[in-house]
């Protein structure tokens, strides 16, 4: 039999013999998929086999049907794509929030997405990182970002809190566009 625990994955044979196994492929503390099919709710911890966990990387989650995430406080950078069109995702967990970077696309498509937690360390938004995250309402205090790229939250129709942005430099081309309900 299988049994999901967490980030690992036990296999059990007739004969009582027990594997642990990570679901997840990990490259220089970067997650950069899964290495079995993935249930629904995933929780990443902050270290896999004594690795510490610092990153998502690119596309690692992306197109899976993962309905709620828990990312690790050891993680600084989520990667470009890395959950794009997940659009069953609905709960996204950071635990002691230390994301600095948040790639292009990483949340685009993510249409059931409705909160960010707050975001105390994030600098930098890539570009359409939240694109199309039609369910999206709240963003929570981020006030250390310094960057939100073009097309960011571009047509989070639902978007209407944006809290705490005293360092923003910068603001990208249609960053906030089609947002109806931003005022």
């Given at each position: 039999?299988i049994?999901?625990?967490?980030?690992?994955?036990?296999?059990?044979?007739d004969?009582?013999h027990?594997?642990?196994?990570?679901?997840?492929?990990?490259?220089?503390g970067?997650?950069?998929?899964?290495?079995?099919?993935?249930?629904r709710e995933?929780?990443i911890?902050?270290t896999?086999?004594?690795?510490?966990?610092?990153a998502i990387?690119s596309?690692?989650?992306a197109?899976t049907?993962?309905?709620?995430?828990?990312?690790p406080?050891?993680?600084?950078?989520?990667?470009s794509?890395?959950?794009?069109?997940c659009?069953?995702?609905?709960e996204?967990?950071?635990m002691n929030?230390?994301?600095?970077t948040?790639?292009?696309s990483?949340?685009?498509?993510?249409?059931?997405?409705?909160h960010?937690?707050?975001m105390?360390?994030?600098?930098?938004?890539?570009?359409a990182?939240?694109?199309?995250?039609t369910?999206?309402?709240?963003i929570?205090?981020?006030?250390?970002i310094l960057?939100?790229?073009?097309e960011?939250f571009?047509?989070?129709?639902?978007?209407?809190?944006?809290?705490e942005?005293?360092?923003?430099?910068?603001?990208?081309?249609?960053a906030?566009a089609?947002c109806?309900?931003?005022?």
């Open positions: 039999g049994t999901i625990n967490g980030s690992d994955m036990e296999l059990r044979c004969c009582g027990r594997t642990k196994e990570s679901l997840f492929s990990i490259e220089d970067t997650v950069t998929g899964a290495r079995y099919p993935l249930p995933i929780n911890p902050s896999i086999n004594g690795i510490n966990i610092t990387g596309s690692a989650f197109n049907t993962i309905t709620s995430i828990e990312l406080s050891s993680l600084i950078t989520i990667g794509n890395a959950f794009k069109n659009g069953a995702l609905t996204l967990t950071m929030n230390n994301v600095q948040i790639g292009a990483a949340f685009e498509e993510c249409s059931s997405l409705q960010i937690a707050s105390p360390k994030l600098e930098t938004i890539g570009y990182a939240f694109k199309n995250c369910d999206l309402e709240v929570a205090q981020m006030p250390q960057s939100i790229s073009g960011a571009k047509n989070c129709k639902s978007l209407s809190v944006l809290s942005m005293e360092r923003l430099e910068l603001i990208g081309a249609e906030f089609e109806s309900s931003l005022t």
